[in-house]
């Protein structure tokens, strides 16, 4: 795409900054559940019914299915529109927090942990830096990046800090954990409303969007070709 039919895609996005501040905020709530134990680590285990190692298995569920789901990450991201994918990862991630807050098995655990992997690194995360990308130029793109990770900082804790405040309010039982994972539940699908309420829809595909999903496609095709050669290089 031509330096002019950039500037063209990005003035034809309304109150881009506005957009931006939304994508931002909800780069800071996204991953908030998905690392509960950060905050929560403890009243895991006491009202969960959770060992370490039954949380270190969650964990590495996530990390598995996270490292396999960005793999085919490069070509979902151009599948469907940018708008839905954000606005529905999100609030998709907050009914996965309702679930984990009526406390449920191991196995539900590790079920949802792998569930948040899929719509946080693999349907969000991707597709939240395309957006982010394509909402600046080669002369704001920098700009926006660093100020994604700075306000994706002061989200996070801002968020965290109320959830815990809340968690210490209601006096640090199981209700109280139930209190703050559904807190965390409701600011992620209220952040995935506002991405669908304010995040431009994306516009028809053109021939430049064709050329970047077949370069997408050809990325993945090749990654496919060298983990075969890989694998059989280790089988001879």
């Known amino acids: 795409m031509s330096n002019e039919m950039k500037q063209k895609a990005v003035k034809a996005v309304p109150n881009r900054w506005f957009v931006f501040y939304i994508l931002t905020l909800s780069g800071g709530i996204a991953f908030k559940l998905s690392s509960m134990k950060d905050m929560f680590y403890v009243p895991m285990q006491q009202f969960m019914g959770l060992t370490n190692t039954q949380i270190g298995g969650a964990l590495s569920a996530y990390g598995i299915v996270q490292t396999i789901g960005l793999i085919f990450g490069i070509y979902i991201c151009d599948m469907f529109s940018k708008k839905y994918m954000i606005g529905g990862s999100l609030i998709g991630l907050g009914a996965i927090g309702v679930y984990l807050s009526t406390f449920p098995c191991y196995w539900g655990f590790l079920i949802a942990f792998g569930a948040m992997a899929i719509l946080g690194e693999v349907t969000y995360w991707p597709v939240l830096l395309k957006a982010?990308?394509?909402?600046g130029d080669e002369k704001t793109q920098g700009r926006m990046f660093g100020f994604l990770e700075m306000g994706r900082g002061i989200i996070d804790v801002i968020v965290a800090s109320s959830a815990l405040a809340i968690f210490k309010a209601m006096g640090e039982g199981a209700s109280a954990l139930r209190g703050g994972l559904l807190f965390l539940s409701s600011v992620t699908a209220c952040a995935g409303v506002l991405c669908l309420i304010f995040v431009p829809n994306d516009e028809k595909r053109t021939d430049?969007?064709?050329k970047e999903q077949n370069r997408a496609q050809a990325a993945f095709g090749g990654m496919i070709?060298?983990?075969?050669?890989?694998?059989?290089?280790?089988?001879?």
Do not use: F, M
């Open 132 to 135: 982010i990308r394509l909402l």
């Open 208 to 210: 430049e969007n064709v």
């Open 225 to 236: 070709q060298a983990l075969k050669i890989s694998i059989s290089g280790l089988l001879l």
